[in-house]
């Protein structure tokens, strides 16, 4: 494998199964160039050695979003004595393409413990905000492609408010960067039969790991390969899933990543 095109695996899976009910997953583990065998759980079925390798190469993308500053929140000014300051950390993604959802949540934290309360300024007529936990969530149309300058969210203890910088969100129509997965096929049922029904293979992946979402049906027992393509600059993480005849789909596969520029 060319080194130069090789993305990196990264840990074990959880083995969360969504909404199938299903049973739990061993990852796969990195071992000095050799990724070792995984089991992913089937309802009633392992399937052997699920192994997720991602191939990287050198994307760019021809717009690019304004945006994001460091993770510091500015100064509060006139924090009384005795009340300490809340904080608020986080980069909000500065690019999002349409018909895809975006998703960000500041972390804040009061050393008083004091209930803390969010806002946000310049909202984005495409996104909802929650004034409980800071998420900044929605999924923009083509009717949105545009620059959504000056965003900026708060945090506030009562007394005083602190905020992140301010950011944009370049909501584009396209995007250029890709990746490409490929994986082992399961073979084998858990009784130790062959397996004989596998259908095809889910493929799920998001900015954060465990929160995957955007995904893609891949239709056929044969395929060990596909790209995923028009993605934003930003970290994606990667996991694939097998299903059967009946549809029944197995847990997550190792978790892989790759970094879009």
Known sequence: MDSR????????????????????VRGS????????????????????ALQLVVLVSSVALAACGGGGGDDSAANPPGNPPGNRAPTILGTPAAQVMQNTAYSFTPTA????????????????????????????TGTPTASNVANYPNIQISVSDGTVTVSL?????????????????????????????SLTDLAGYKI??????????????????????????QLVP???????????????????SNVATKTVM
């Open 5 to 24: 095109n090789t993305g990196t695996i990264v840990g074990g899976a959880s083995g969360t199964p969504g909404a199938h009910g299903l049973s739990q």
């Open 29 to 48: 583990h990195w071992h000095g160039g050799a990724v070792t065998e995984s089991c992913v759980s089937l309802r009633k079925r392992t399937f052997k």
């Open 109 to 136: 934290a009061d050393a008083d413990n004091n209930t803390l309360t969010f806002s946000i300024t310049n909202l984005p007529a495409w996104a909802s905000f929650s004034a409980a936990t800071g998420a900044l």
């Open 165 to 193: 910088p301010s950011f944009s969100i370049n909501v584009v129509a396209t995007a250029s960067g890709a990746a490409t997965l490929s994986w082992t096929p399961p073979t084998q049922n858990t009784d130790g039969t």
């Open 204 to 229: 799920y992946w998001g900015t954060s790991q465990g929160n995957y979402t955007s995904s893609k049906t891949i239709n056929g027992a044969g395929t060990t390969s596909d790209m995923v393509q």
């Open 234 to 252: 930003g970290k994606y993480y990667f996991v694939v899933t097998a299903f059967d005849a009946d549809s029944n789909e197995s847990g997550y």
